[in-house]
Every structure is written in C-alpha cells, then in structure tokens.
C-alpha cells in the first residue's frame, strides 16, 4: 500500500479482501453464506481475477472455507447446506469515494464495461472502436487501453479492419446458430448435474415467474434470465463449464435489447418454457428439466433470430461514446 495525493492506493484483491473480512467482522455476512466469484465481482463492480485472489487470501486467514462444490464458505464450512445468499439484497457497504479508497488504475478496472458495451453494440451493426476515446472516457493511458483491446481480441470479441482499425460486429445470425449450438450441448449437462442441490433456491425462483407478466420490464426479465441460466448452472462442480457458458450470452443481449427499444413485446413463451424447467426441477426430475431446457434453448433461438432482424434496422442506437458505426 503506499500514499498518494488522492489518499490510500489499494490493489483491486485487497480491497475485496477488505470489503469481505469486514462485513464477516460487522455480521454482515454471516457464517455459512456461500460465496461466489461471480457474485462478488458483480456485487462490486470489480473483474474476476482480483476478487479470485481476495477470497482466495481469506482462506488463509480463516475467514473463508472452500466449498467442494461451488465457491467459498463464510467460516469453517461446517454447515451442511450453505446459504447461497443473494449479495444485491444483503445490508453491506459500497465501494464509496467516502471510504477514502481509491484504486490503481489498470486494465482490469474497465475491461468488463468495454466488454459489455462492445457486445451491446454488434447486434445493430459494424463499430469502430476508438483508442483515443477509450482513455479520454475512463481517464486511463493509452497502454491500458490497447491491452484491453488486445485482451477482448484474444476473446474474439473484436478484430481489426484493413486499416488496422479496431472493429466490433456485426452480430450475424450465423453467429448466434453456432452459440445456440454450444449452449444447447453444454448447458441441459450442466443443469442436470446442478439439479439435486437447487432446491434451497428454487421457491424465490418459481415466485418470480408466478409474479411476472407478459411484458415485464428489461430488469425482471434479466433476473428470471439469470435464475435458469447463472445461478442454477452455477451449481454444478466444473469450473471451466461454468467459464464457457459465461461467454456465450449474445443471443441473451439481443433478446435485452429488443425488449429495451421495443416497447410492446410479450415474454408469455419465455415464461412458460422456464416455469417447465423449474417444475422439473422442483420434482428431482433432473433428465426432465434438461430435456425442456433443450426446448425453451430452440425456441428462444427462434425468436433472437427474428429479433436480431428488428434491431438491425435501427439507425441510431445509443452506444458507448468510444464506439461509432461504420456499417
């Protein structure tokens, strides 16, 4: 740690080792709450890595127990069914300029925003991505800038044109066909290996789908998409399942930004194919619900295809400021 004109400076896995030992401190968050990666990445609006490395150092300490199947445990791990708590929901403190912390500038602090907002972007055409605007728009140095690029291209998230100008889209339907084809293969797998220990968070999700209309708005849409597709495949045991799947959410954005710029849109299929899932779930049908995962999977590729005809139509979709279409 070292002091600097604006105050303390604290590497991104310190301060989630921070945040977390003391919410345990403050009971917060109680012995066994389970923990997640993603979860707390999202909590904190901080990337993977560093949060890794922080629950990883509570471990050390004490603070935190590995769990076999998923995460981290708050404690010793003793108890036999960890509560997978919802973080957005629990009373703990934010990342605040008041904290007088303030974080290293780097790559890691902004390559999930240009991440996100590259991938929103593609479904409406061909951007160019600009280096210069990038470092203006989040206050950061040309070298953290290209390795951010250079990172989202190793994904192939972008390329680059002739010109050697960095480039974003489109999001062809070819495109989302081939990723239905890996969701559909890898995503009924892990669902069903995930299927006997859901049943602690299957009541919140089934009330959620009672409670939600046709044409509910783009959030509760996007946490009934999370139930089925994050949170119950986050169960099962392997690791690098559960990276690839995390990558394959284009046909997920396109469906977000249809029923964004599209205000009339009814989710009524949507929702009756995800009600299927869990009622096979909530019966310990694991081979059932992976078989109507399968047909809700076709069915919403169905539709994202149709919907990526209506978003490809629009002329001036609101983008990040770094971002501008060339086709």
Request: charged share 25%.
């Amino acid at each position: 740690m070292r002091k600097g004109l604006s105050g303390l400076h604290k590497a991104y896995f310190d301060i989630v080792k921070d945040w977390v030992s003391g919410s345990i401190a403050a009971g917060l968050l109680p012995d066994g709450t389970r923990l997640t990666v993603a979860a707390v990445a999202d909590r904190l609006a901080l990337s993977r890595s560093p949060v890794k490395r922080g629950l990883e150092l509570l471990t050390e300490t004490g603070h935190l127990t590995r769990d076999a199947r998923s995460g981290y445990i708050v404690g010793n791990g003793s108890l036999a069914e960890p509560d997978a708590a919802n973080l957005f929901t629990l009373p703990l403190p934010d990342l605040a300029p008041a904290t007088g912390v303030f974080v290293r500038a780097g790559w890691e602090r902004i390559l999930d925003e240009v991440a996100e907002a590259t991938a929103a972007s593609i479904p409406f055409g061909i951007f160019h991505i600009s280096e210069t605007a990038i470092g203006a728009h989040f206050g950061v140095s040309r070298t953290v800038t290209r390795e951010v690029l250079s990172r989202l291209q190793e994904r192939g998230a972008i390329g680059k044109d002739r010109a050697s100008h960095w480039i974003a889209g489109p999001l062809s339907a070819r495109m989302l066909d081939d990723e239905h084809a890996l969701r559909r293969l890898l995503e009924p797998a892990a669902l069903a290996q995930a299927a006997s220990m859901l049943r602690a968070v299957l009541p919140a999700m089934q009330e959620r789908l009672t409670k939600a209309r046709p044409n509910c708005p783009p959030d509760e849409i996007d946490l009934i998409e999370a139930d089925l597709h994050d949170t119950c495949t986050s169960y099962q045991p392997n690791r690098r399942l559960a990276a690839v799947l995390m990558h394959l959410r284009s046909g997920r954005r396109v469906n977000r930004l249809f029923a964004t710029h599209v205000v009339q849109h009814d989710e009524a299929a949507m929702l009756t194919e995800h009600r299927l899932v869990l009622d096979h779930l909530a019966l310990g049908d694991s081979e059932g619900a992976a078989a109507a995962l399968r047909h809700h999977l076709d069915a919403d590729h169905a539709r994202t295809r149709e919907r990526l005809k209506v978003l490809s139509v629009f002329t001036d979709p609101v983008v990040a400021p770094y971002l501008t279409r060339v086709g």
